[in-house]
């Protein structure tokens, strides 16, 4: 009987498919079923991933070569897959062997409501923007904004950091099965050490669009891409918003884009795309998968302007090594369209997964790569008689004007904290670096030794 279920299943759907899932034991009153995984971005609606019903069981066939991660759900986290004691469940995990397997399931039950029953854990310091206005897509959208601690007590100037899937970023309320990035708690807890503060705008997916949105091309999977329109929302509408509303440094020098998986991808498209706007990417498990056209996102010029780049991923994620030799191949062609080996920080960790517990471990290292260390500087001397080099005098934000720093690729700026003098400086370098203060016809300096982040 089971044999002859197969072959009617095989006869109703697409023959080119490579992978049918069938759940055949499901919980009294299940009325729909959905595929969640690391092949459609963890959506837990998508109407592609949607099981059919025929004959008292569900099926869905996906075309995937590679091993995969998935969960099943009714249409929402609030409504996914549990333990049969009610505990969280593990993702399921299967390795294809032959061009069509077939997997049979059970469910043994559903988490209805209990996700409800979260608190949220967005820390003060997090506002909102709903239904902020994207033109490029005629659509809406809500924004998430993590200030710095000490924002409204200060006249500062902050470094900017926008991110992708913004309902994963601060609150488990809104995340992806309740796990979030826990970025807030992160940079609040760094700046309680003496770190100088950034801002952070989290931007939330758009559900069932966001496949779309996070592409920048083509593709035959995911049809016709909205990316490049997002790319201009992100770039020439919100950033714009932000800049005006807030106190930011508006440099591309401290502005920051970054993602994981396809929010990874759509971030680097923008960098790329608009590198007076950005100058840096943190890439977490890029998902360069999802076409060879991924590797024509590389800046228009070359060399390219200053950037720096930061990307991690897991040496397995979701069953194979795909994410970091993807990755790799990455680095190395951008490398051949003028990168140095200081503008790309690149790890592939032996312990992680293509999932937000593991970007929420990396991101707090991810961050200091990206956007470099807080040095104490101390008492500066006084000379008259350096003359400063004035091949870095045409600056962008007037906070880093008055610094000079060799080697020229290093870069930073001034902020005091109390009575003590203190320069936020980033870049790849080992040995000692002189650093330069120009005030009216004064010229203050000091040599430093600095070490490259461990990780480098």
């Known amino acids: 009987m089971k044999y002859l279920l197969l072959l009617l299943l095989f006869s109703v759907v697409n023959a080119n498919a490579e992978i049918t899932i069938i759940v055949n034991k499901y919980p009294k009153g299940t009325k729909e079923i959905f595929v969640a995984g690391s092949f459609n971005q963890w959506n837990p609606s998508m109407i592609e991933c949607q099981m059919i019903k025929s004959k008292g069981i569900y099926y869905l066939k996906i075309n995937q070569k590679a091993a995969f991660e998935f969960k099943f759900t009714q249409g929402s986290w609030v409504q996914c897959e549990v333990n049969a004691d009610g505990s969280q469940k593990a993702n399921r995990v299967f390795q294809p062997t032959n061009l069509n397997d077939t997997i049979w399931l059970s469910i043994e039950k559903w988490s209805k409501g209990m996700q409800l029953q979260l608190k949220s854990t967005a820390q003060k310091n997090v506002l ?26 200060s006249k500062k100037r902050y470094p900017v950091l926008y991110l992708q899937d913004g309902q994963n970023i601060f609150d488990q309320t809104t995340a992806a099965n309740g796990n979030e990035w826990g970025v807030d708690e992160t940079m609040n807890a760094m700046q309680k050490q003496g770190g100088y503060g950034c801002i952070v705008v989290a931007i939330d997916h758009g559900g069932a669009l966001r496949s779309k949105e996070y592409i920048p091309f083509n593709t035959k999977r995911f049809g016709e891409s909205q990316g490049k329109a997002y790319a201009e929302f992100v770039a020439m509408t919100l950033k714009p918003s932000i800049d005006s509303a807030f106190r930011t440094l508006a440099s591309p020098l401290f502005n920051g884009i970054g993602g994981s998986s396809l929010g990874a991808n759509i971030s680097q498209y923008i960098a790329f795309k608009y590198p007076d706007k950005f100058g840096k990417v943190l890439l977490l498990s890029p998902a360069y998968w999802v076409s060879d056209s991924s ?30 030799v993807n990755m790799l191949r990455m680095r190395d062609t951008l490398f051949h369209h003028g990168f140095y080996k200081g503008d790309i920080s690149d790890s592939v960790v032996a312990d992680g997964a293509h999932n937000e517990w593991f970007w929420k471990r990396e991101f707090q290292s991810a961050f200091i790569a990206l956007y470099g260390q807080w040095i104490p500087l101390g008492k500066l001397k006084r000379d008259l008689s350096i003359v400063p080099n004035y091949r870095v005098n045409k600056t962008m934000d007037l906070s880093y004007s008055n610094v000079i720093i060799e080697p020229l690729h290093l870069r930073g700026f001034l902020y005091q904290k109390g009575k003590q003098n203190n320069l936020w400086i980033s870049g790849y370098y080992q040995g000692d670096i002189q650093i330069l203060i120009l005030s009216s016809d004064t010229v203050y300096y000091k040599t430093i030794k600095y070490n490259s982040l461990p990780y480098e």
Do not use: H
């Not at 909102?128 to 007590?153: A, C, G, H, V």
């Not at 590797?295 to 994410?323: F, H, K, Q, W």
């Open 295 to 324: 590797y024509l996102m590389i800046p228009e010029s070359n060399p390219p302007r200053l950037m720096r780049l930061v990307m991690r991923c897991a040496a397995i994620e979701g069953g194979d090594s795909e994410t970091g």
């Open 128 to 153: 909102e923007w709903k239904d902020f206005y994207m033109p490029q897509l005629q659509r809406n959208r809500t924004i998430r904004i993590l200030l710095p601690l000490d924002y409204s007590k």
